[in-house]
Nanobody, 115 residues
């Protein structure tokens, strides 16, 4: 069993920045690939960024150059640094880890980009 707890969401003006954190517990964090997803109202949940257990990353085209995913295995935490935020980034952001026979989600954290 893995527990994921997101934090760091909030209200920010366009062009601003936020850093989301996802604290994991329950298993050996360093062995897991981690992802950040988001879901805007009336839209499907989409992958924003992903980081493997080896530290390789990939991003949705819509956030490339603005968002950075990173992990601190000593703290069992994955981060999403979001810069240059746009109104279309408004969504609930979820942390996820999945693999053979498992798929865990956090409860989500709301990010609202508005002036």
């Amino acid at each position: 069993q893995v527990q994921l707890v997101e934090s760091g969401g909030g209200l920010v003006q366009p062009g601003g920045s936020l850093r989301l954190s996802c604290a994991a517990s329950g298993r050996i964090f360093s062995l897991y690939d981690m992802g950040w997803y988001r879901q805007a109202p009336e839209k499907q949940r989409e992958l924003v960024a992903h980081i493997t257990k080896y530290g390789s990353t990939n991003y949705a085209d819509s956030v490339k150059g603005r968002f950075t995913i990173s992990r601190d295995n000593a703290k069992n935490t994955v981060y999403l640094q979001m810069n240059g935020l746009k109104p279309e980034d408004t969504a609930v952001y979820y942390c996820n880890t999945r693999g053979m026979g498992y798929n865990y989600w956090g409860q989500g954290t709301q990010v609202t980009v508005s002036s």
